[in-house]
């Protein structure tokens, strides 16, 4: 019984298959101008002979034709073995417009990210969600107000022209910048941190007060730099949130946990069989050295630089570094570096270099340091990277390593991102001892060429200065600079010091890193140098009176320890600098070194010591220092005196000094002005000497010390920094010109995206 049933049941599901199961003889496709049936054919997957069993299959043919966006209808019969398939074509995209933008770069981004290109199908259904793409790319760089209509415009042969009328409105401005959480640190200095800034009215020509999301992410990337290089391990960059006020404007806020500070602990090199410790001394001493001290990514990448260099210099291949960090008690941070031997090897066959429109590929490739042939060094590639990242001409700068057809050889492709590297800036500034103007245009790849090329001009009541300067950082592949520039200035003096210079000439040398953090960098220099003297200027002083040519060969060597160029907060660094004439009238030789010290009290307190020293003679006996080569005390150096009025004098006028010397102890005072976050303070003291004489003058004692104590604060006003300094001379003579208080204020403008090409 059970078994007759099955049967049945089968019988039946046969009977009910061969029903709705039909062979397709014949085809037929209307409404199809375009696309051919052979097209319409592959896309539907069927062919003559093919069984439709079901709805389902039917159904299956309507869904593939729709998905290929070719059709705005579709409808399907089959009836009699007779499929019949009728079409309407969407229009093809003759061309997109885009009315109301101007930028060239915008244009090309949209068009770029549009699902609706020209020379594809029109299909509705995608318009708003490209409009939304559109709203989307703008807002992204400010313009939050923006409005977008699309017109669709009717061609010949079944086209249509896609015409997008957009609206821009106001660019979303920046009225105040806000940090919120434990943040530890004041607003003013974390606004000096990012790059997105408040919107004031003489901000014209910069682009960083209006809302943009990616410069928000920047600014969210450079925070959490700062406070990792504080010790700040666990520091949390909340997502920034922008409130609306009214009219243009917007909060821009940025929530900030800045966490526990952490300090090294254990650091350790965990090596594999390959490698022997003793090949790794600096790090263990360097280790040493940071251990106690707060976690920062510049030793982390102290550490990396060591290996690299020890891995260049003892030709180590093939060596990965992995980090193991690991947090012991409240406040410890443990952290192992494990250097391990690529177990499989592999060489360079081809470095592709992408992206590079305007910069010549040899600018890039003289950053490698690794070619190709050469085994695949990690640590060597990231450098190069790096290297290639500092040109500061790139936007972006990303790598693939892919196989290639090669056993054990992998491609490089170096994908770049070009950059507007053209800058004009404009400073002013006003102060007790008078107002100043300066103007500056430079260009960091000149040509493509990666050669940088400025020009600047500074104005003030008694000089005016300007220069033209050319820079190949990478002459002929050498990995030394090339660097040429023209000066000339021009000096007014004769109304209180009896003289008046002026100067023109030009220098030729060449610059590169010696040793590490150790820079050489030597010139030739040549100048036209003409003296004029007023008729109350001394006997001496006219002696000099004349023109002179001097050429001489100029040296210097720069150690740099700091831990960061603008506003260290630690290390130190030792300049000198040495002039030799090698044809000159006077035959005036001079020295001068510079050493500063920096020390991080605590996060908010930094102390720093400078010492400066100069000397100039001339190396015959009977000649005397030019007026206009003779040292003065730089107005920095020794606050609470006039600029120019201390040290020897020849009469009545001063005529600077063969030898200087100062030294300046300063440090932060945060218990000052605490709540306000516009104001530093720092307390301040200046020791400096100004003497010698080649002729006799009235008082010259070369042991007298001047001196003063002050406090300096720098206030960021609405009208620009406002910087004071309150000095009180400790030791003077009675010949020197004291002054108390000193103010500047000025502000400077920038104009970044500007790229130059001189042809």
Do not use: C
């Amino acid at each position: 019984m059970r078994k007759s049933f099955i049967f049945s049941l089968v019988l039946i599901i046969l009977i009910i298959k061969n029903a709705y199961s039909e062979e397709i003889k014949k085809i037929e496709i209307n409404g199809n101008n375009r696309i051919s049936d052979e097209t319409i054919l592959v896309f539907s997957n069927i062919k003559l002979n093919n069984e439709i069993n079901s709805n389902s299959d039917l159904n299956k043919i309507l869904k593939d034709l729709y998905n290929t966006n070719y059709f705005s209808d579709v409808d399907i019969d089959f009836n009699n073995n007779k499929l019949v398939i009728n079409v309407v074509e969407n229009p093809i995209i003759q061309s997109v417009q885009l009315n109301g933008i101007k930028a060239k770069k915008f244009k090309e981004i949209i068009l770029d990210n549009l699902t609706l290109k020209e020379k594809t199908s029109y299909v509705e259904n995608f318009v708003s969600m490209d409009i939304n793409k559109i709203k989307s790319i703008m807002k992204r760089s400010g313009y939050y107000f923006v409005n977008v209509d699309l017109n669709v415009i009717d061609a010949k042969n079944s086209s249509v022209i896609l015409s997008y009328q957009i609206d821009l409105g106001k660019k979303a401005k920046i009225r105040n910048i806000k940090f919120i959480g434990k943040k530890l640190f004041k607003n003013r200095k974390l606004r000096n941190v990012i790059v997105s800034e408040e919107y004031k009215p003489w901000k014209f020509l910069t682009s960083k007060k209006y809302l943009n999301e990616d410069r928000i992410e920047l600014d969210k990337r450079l925070l959490k730099s700062f406070y990792l290089n504080r010790g700040y391990f666990n520091v949390k960059i909340s997502t920034s949130f922008v409130e609306y006020l009214s009219g243009n404007e917007f909060d821009l806020t940025y929530s900030i946990n800045a966490g526990n500070k952490l300090f090294f602990n254990d650091l350790k090199l965990k090596l594999s069989d390959e490698y022997n410790i003793d090949q790794f001394e600096e790090v263990e001493k360097y280790f040493k050295k940071i251990k106690d001290k707060h976690y920062s990514l510049v030793a982390i990448e102290k550490i990396s630089n060591l290996i690299e260099t020890i891995t260049m210099r003892k030709q180590l291949e093939f060596l990965s570094v992995t980090i193991e960090e690991n947090i012991k008690g409240k406040d410890k941070l443990d952290i192992i570096f494990n250097l391990n031997q690529d177990r499989q090897k592999f060489y360079v066959n081809r470095i592709n270099i992408i992206g590079n429109d305007i910069t010549e590929e040899n600018v890039i490739r003289n950053q490698l340091l690794v070619d190709e042939g050469d085994p695949l060094n990690k640590l060597l590639f990231n450098k190069s990277i790096n290297n290639i990242k500092s040109l500061n001409i790139f936007g972006d700068v990303k790598t693939n390593i892919v196989d290639s057809d090669v056993v054990q050889k992998k491609d490089i492709e170096i994908i770049v991102e070009e950059k507007a590297t053209g800058e004009i800036s404009a400073g002013a500034g006003v102060g007790t001892s008078g107002g100043t103007v300066g103007f500056n245009l430079s260009e960091r790849n000149y040509l493509g060429k990666g050669l940088n090329l400025s020009t600047s001009l500074t104005l003030n009541e008694e000089s005016i200065k300007g220069s033209i300067d050319y820079t190949n950082p990478n002459y002929k592949n050498s990995n030394k600079a090339l660097i040429f520039g023209l000066f000339s200035k021009s000096t007014d003096r004769l109304a209180e010091f009896g003289y008046k210079s002026s100067n023109t000439g030009f220098s030729l040398g060449t610059g590169y890193e010696q040793f590490e953090d150790l820079y050489f960098r030597p010139r030739l220099s040549a100048g036209y140098d003409k003296i004029e003297t007023s008729n109350e200027a001394s006997a001496s002083l006219k002696k000099q009176k004349g023109d002179y040519f001097a050429s001489k060969f100029i040296y210097d060597l720069d150690y740099d320890k700091r831990n960061r160029k603008f506003q260290p907060s630690s290390g130190h660094r030792h300049f000198f600098s040495q002039a030799v004439p090698i044809y000159s009238k006077t035959y005036a030789l001079q020295n001068t070194y510079e050493f500063n010290q920096y020390y991080s009290i605590s996060d908010t307190i930094t102390a720093g010591i400078t010492f400066y020293g100069s000397m100039i003679n001339t190396l015959k006996s009977d000649n005397d220092v030019r007026i206009s080569e003779r040292i003065l005390i730089p107005q920095r150096k020794l606050r609470g005196f006039e600029s120019g009025k201390i040290g020897p004098k020849d009469g009545n006028d001063y005529v600077g000094g063969n030898y200087a010397s100062s030294i300046n102890i300063y440090s932060d005072l945060p218990i000052l002005f605490e709540n306000s976050q516009s104001t530093d303070v720092k307390f301040f003291f200046d020791a400096a000497n100004l003497w010698g004489a080649d002729f006799k003058d009235n008082d010259n004692a070369s042991s007298y010390i001047r001196s003063s104590a002050g406090l300096a604060l720098d206030w960021f006003t609405p009208v620009g920094p406002l910087n004071f300094s309150l000095a009180k001379p400790i030791t003077k003579k009675s010949s020197d010109v004291t002054e108390s208080f000193r103010f500047n204020i000025g502000t400077t403008f920038w104009w970044k995206n500007i790229l130059f090409f001189f042809i």
